[in-house]
């Protein structure tokens, strides 16, 4: 069944079904789904959380950071000597000069082995099997604190400074209140008339804005673009990534029930069973089509 959608968009196709006899996956296809979280994070979770052992764990830390003398600091930080640099930053390979272009995002995620998490992944693996991929698929689950921040060559210095800033900022906000969830919502025509969006509306604090502005303030340079924080993506297509596939009101009513049901569970909606963190990430391997995940390299990450 053919769907008109926007003129700039080619002839659109609804989501097919998958099943055995109509259309399955190709094995090559299903394996990429199947390590689509894997793909998403290259550095363990935590390695950055510790004091590094080295040979300057001794010498005195970066405490001005967190008053008026934060830019002074900040030059001893990015000087050679990085026994300056706060701990655990000191690890980050970042505070090299990094040759060549990139592209960084700060995502807010709900940890990895969570309820929340593991059931996005669930979702995301059922509705691959059913309908097919769609662009929520490239990623793993996340709210974006920022838009995608495009830098130019010789862009260590840069990602060091974020870096910094981001952990002054959330150290020193010791009872940060993680998003919680609100509700699975559909938005129509979106991001295109004719197709539409599956999220998982959140109930995000101010503090987590707060941050992200006060990062674009430090570091304008770098032209940050803060999001709303407001929802985890859960099915949509032709946002980022041009295809024939939509998304039509009657299998977004079907994604919807079947998010629903994996996700209304008592432990879903349980902050205390629920933690959160920040990651900071570049792109390091960005998809041209649906089924084949973005890959990102972990700069840093804070648990909340």
């Not at 390590?35 to 950055?48: E, I, K, M, S, V």
């Not at 906000?173 to 509700?183: D, I, K």
């Not at 920040?278 to 890959?295: D, M, Q």
Request: net charge neutral; aromatic share 8%.
């Amino acid at each position: 069944m053919t769907i008109s959608t926007a003129p700039s968009l080619p002839t659109a196709v609804r989501l097919q079904p998958h099943s055995p006899i109509c259309d399955p996956p190709s094995t090559l296809q299903a394996s990429r789904l199947q390590l689509r979280t894997a793909n998403a994070f290259t550095l363990p979770l935590g390695q950055l959380l510790s004091e590094p052992q080295s040979s300057h764990d001794d010498a005195p830390k970066c405490t001005s950071c967190k008053n008026e003398d934060a830019d002074n600091a900040m030059q001893l930080m990015l000087s050679a000597d990085r026994a300056w640099m706060p701990a655990p930053l000191r690890t980050i390979p970042f505070w090299r000069n990094v040759r060549g272009p990139h592209k960084c995002i700060v995502y807010l995620e709900p940890r990895r082995g969570s309820p929340l998490y593991t059931g996005i992944e669930e979702f995301f693996r059922a509705s691959c099997a059913l309908w097919g991929p769609t662009e929520a698929h490239m990623y793993h689950p996340h709210s974006s604190m920022t838009g995608f921040i495009d830098l130019p060559t010789d862009a260590g210095a840069v990602i060091a400074r974020i870096a910094c800033h981001l952990h002054v900022l959330i150290s020193s906000r010791s009872h940060m209140v993680a998003p919680g969830v609100r509700a699975v919502t559909a938005v129509a025509d979106y991001p295109h008339p004719g197709t539409h969006k599956i999220d998982v509306a959140l109930d995000t604090p101010l503090v987590f804005r707060n941050i992200v502005d006060e990062i674009s303030r430090l570091v304008p340079e770098a032209r940050i673009r803060p999001k709303r924080m407001g929802h985890i993506s859960l099915a949509y297509c032709n946002k980022h990534v041009a295809s024939s596939t939509v998304v039509t009101a009657e299998q977004a009513e079907k994604l919807g029930a079947l998010a629903r049901s994996l996700l209304y569970m008592p432990d879903v909606f349980d902050p205390a069973q629920n933690p959160w963190d920040i990651a900071f990430y570049e792109l390091s391997f960005k998809s041209p089509v649906l089924g084949t995940p973005h890959r990102f390299t972990q700069i840093a990450r804070w648990q909340l």
